[in-house]
């Protein structure tokens, strides 16, 4: 590569790379609470200081925490659900990235009668969706090969049906299924949660740029 392009590349990189982070708040959970989240057990809403959700604090590094025991700590029956409304706000060009990372976990796994998650948008009117804008879900322990617990990363780009509506939340859901025993329990782990508006054209060289290469171009030429 010559030598001025070489200096130009970072100038492209920054303007070509650059996103506007949309809303979510305490998406990272590092505030070490549920902050800016809603929590429902059951359809009854926050259930208070029980074992349902929690911060898993690992010396500040911090995540939240749904579970669900058959009774012995957490109150669910059903389900647990930790959800936010959605910042769908973008301007022309632009594209809505959705992203976080996840672990299942525990002793209540099976695939079959044991417990699961449920990972969608909701339209507000309990209608869950996937990113495709068709009803289903984004993430389900059923899904894309989960069979039983794990762990990963989830991100996709949301179809531009979703673009600029308001009342849309995201669901984290984990439910109880059908096995009942002592010790059986499952959690579901969330953190790093985000929502890009990410530029889709390709940025004009800035003018700083413009005005380096004019003067690399000026100087090769006295060389």
Same mark, same amino acid.
């Given at each position: ?70 009774? *012995? ?20 060009? *632009? ?79 984990? *439910? ?48």
């Amino acid at each position: 590569m010559k030598p001025y392009l070489s200096l130009l590349l970072p100038f492209y990189l920054f303007c070509a790379g650059s996103a506007q982070a949309a809303m979510i708040s305490n998406g990272d959970f590092q505030s070490c609470t549920l902050s800016g989240w809603s929590l429902d057990t059951d359809g009854s809403g926050d259930p208070g200081p029980t074992g349902d959700f929690a911060i898993d604090n690992n010396a500040g590094d911090c995540r939240a925490v749904l579970s669900v025991d058959d009774g *012995q700590s957490a109150s669910a029956f059903f389900a647990n659900t930790l959800y936010q409304e959605l910042d769908l706000s973008m301007a022309a060009g *632009q594209s809505l990235w959705l992203s976080f990372d996840w672990a299942f976990f525990g002793t209540d796994g099976d695939p079959q009668i044991g417990d699961f998650f449920n990972i969608a948008l909701n339209d507000g009117l309990g209608n869950l969706y996937g990113a495709d804008g068709q009803l289903g879900a984004l993430l389900q322990s059923a899904m894309n090969g989960l069979s039983s617990y794990g762990s990963g990363t989830f991100s996709v780009q949301l179809d531009s049906s979703f673009y600029n509506l308001s009342g849309w939340f995201l669901d984290f859901s984990l *439910q109880e299924g059908l096995a009942i025993g002592d010790g059986l329990f499952s959690s579901l782990a969330i953190d790093n949660v985000r929502l890009d508006a990410v530029s889709t054209q390709v940025p004009e060289p800035p003018l700083p740029a413009l005005l380096l290469l004019g003067l690399l171009l000026m100087r090769r030429r006295t060389i």
